[in-house]
T-cell receptor
Framework: DADVTQTPRNRITKTGKRIMLECSQT?????MYWYRQDPGLGLRLIYY???????NKGEISDGYSVSRQAQAKFSLSLESAIPNQTALYFC?????????????FGPGTRLTVL | GEDVEQSLFLSVREGDSSVINCTYT??????LYWYKQEPGAGLQLLTY?????DMKQDQRLTVLLNKKDKHLSLRIADTQTGDSAIYFC?????????????FGRGTSLIVHP
């Protein structure tokens, strides 16, 4: 079974709709992250959380919000989706006690905003 | 400008060596990483090197770090078709007790027979 799971894996939505992407992990890691991948642009950090009560903005947080419902769950919301939020979204985890904050990635959610 | 730069594409013949290059700008980088992304999957850590090291070898993979020039390379010996993927260079330094990486744009490695 995958250690980091994301739902849904694919989603098509319309401009202005609210959408939530969910991430769950069974690795027992305390740190969780949301990244966005665009072709030719690499990965950019949206939000990260070091524990349930901790939420931090990343490089590109505008238009996004997050919720850390439990140590194992970290969700990303787009309150009013727009076409330039079409991208591949990855959740990742790392272990505070690990080395170099090695990131463990989920399989990704492909989001298309029409 | 970009913090981590790498070329977008590399094409090699099966059995040859591949060398993927990366440059970074942060002189205080503590860890440098190579991640691999196979089609339809998330990134997976291949290897990392601490900034006080010059080289790290792990089976077919050799990482070279030139800290003076801020240059990192990944050499894959005897490249196979299964090595076709996107390879991401990343760097991190300590901030608030964490080492959140900054990723490059990724190099697509294409291995042809």
């Amino acid at each position: 079974d995958a250690d980091v799971t994301q739902t849904p894996r694919n989603r098509i939505t319309k401009t202005g709709k609210r959408i939530m992407l969910e991430c769950s992990q069974t690795k027992g890691h305390d740190r969780m992250y949301w990244y966005r991948q665009d072709p030719g642009l690499g990965l950019r950090l949206i939000y990260y959380s070091f524990d349930v009560k901790d939420i931090n903005k990343g490089e590109i947080s505008d238009g996004y919000s997050v919720s850390r419902q439990a140590q194992a769950k970290f969700s990303l919301s787009l309150e009013s989706a727009i076409p330039n939020q079409t991208a591949l979204y990855f959740c990742a985890t790392s272990d505070q006690a690990g080395i170099a904050d090695t990131q463990y990635f989920g399989p990704g959610t492909r989001l298309t905003v029409l | 400008g970009e913090d981590v730069e790498q070329s977008l594409f590399l094409s090699v013949r099966e059995g040859d060596s591949s060398v993927i290059n990366c440059t970074y700008t942060d002189s205080s980088s503590t860890y440098l990483y190579w991640y691999k992304q196979e089609p339809g999957a998330g990134l997976q850590l291949l290897t990392y090197i601490f900034s006080n090291m010059d080289m790290k070898q792990d089976q077919r993979l050799t990482v070279l770090l030139n800290k003076k020039d801020k240059h990192l390379s990944l050499r894959i010996a005897d490249t196979q078709t299964g090595d076709s993927a996107i390879y991401f260079c990343a760097e991190s330094n300590e901030s608030g007790g964490s080492y959140i990486p900054t990723f490059g744009r990724g190099t697509s490695l294409i291995v042809h027979p």
